[in-house]
């Protein structure tokens, strides 16, 4: 069974810095899909970026870039320039193909708060 | 694009009543939708993974007769919750799969009272 670890609960960050969320996984296929997903006070989970295993450059979503480290399981988000709208809970979350019915494994979260 | 409601927002019911909740992707047709349960300060547990035109499956620990789920259409998905009792309020929340990636409705809070 795959795992997804966060293992920063929580963290804060002054407005304008570059935060890093950190995540590891566990899982035996070398085949799969990555995501970071963020849940804001509204609790409307938010796509923020995806990473598919085989792509060895890493994603980036105007501010919001990964560090994909396939050997070390490690799949960390880049936050830079934050601003007050980057307070959320961020999940990150795993899943292996399965033509569309692809599960999603969510780590426990990091709670972010930028400080104005 | 990739647009996912959730109807209603909130619900609040007495106790042996039911609650339909209806999931809709509005931009994107959905073979598969998914309904999972988040409760405070927590992760987002899934309950089921519901396929358009078949049955829904669901994870272990989770009453099908509870939780009723209809994918009629590759647009709409309905969780019901049966007989709601006060342990059944919570926060509910549908993700519409397009390929690989779910998109979330913007989650539906039932109180039972």
């Known amino acids: 069974a795959q795992t997804v670890t966060q293992s920063q609960p929580e963290m804060s960050v002054q407005e304008a810095e570059t935060v890093t969320l950190s995540c590891t996984y566990d899982?035996?296929?070398?085949?799969?899909?990555l995501f970071w997903y963020k849940q804001p006070p509204s609790r409307q989970m938010i796509l923020v970026i995806r990473?598919?295993?085989?792509?060895?450059q890493n994603a980036t979503e105007n501010r919001f870039s990964v560090n994909f480290q396939k050997a070390a399981k490690s799949f960390s988000l880049k936050i830079s320039d934050s601003q007050l709208g980057d307070t959320a809970m961020y999940f990150c979350?795993?899943?292996?193909?399965?033509?569309?019915?692809?599960?999603?494994?969510f780590g426990t979260g990091t709670r972010l708060t930028i400080i104005p | 694009g990739a647009v996912v409601s959730q109807h209603p927002s909130w619900v609040i019911c007495k106790s042996g009543t039911s609650v339909k909740i209806e999931c809709r992707s509005l931009d994107f047709q959905a073979t598969t939708m998914f309904w999972y349960r988040q409760f405070p300060k927590q992760s987002l547990m899934l309950m089921a993974t519901?396929?358009?035109?078949?049955?829904?499956?669901?994870e272990q620990g989770v009453e099908k007769d509870k939780f009723l789920i209809n994918h009629a259409s590759l647009t709409l998905s309905t969780l019901t919750v049966t007989s709601a009792h006060p342990e059944d309020s919570s926060f509910y929340i549908c993700?519409?799969?397009?390929?690989?990636?779910?998109?979330f409705g913007p989650g539906t809070r039932l109180l039972v009272l």
């Open positions: 519901s396929n358009e035109g078949s049955k829904a499956t669901y």
């Open positions: 993700s519409a799969a397009d390929g690989e990636t779910q998109y």
């Open positions: 990473q598919e295993a085989y792509k060895q």
């Open positions: 979350a795993f899943a292996t193909p399965n033509f569309g019915n692809e599960k999603l494994t």
């Open positions: 899982t035996s296929e070398s085949n799969y899909y």
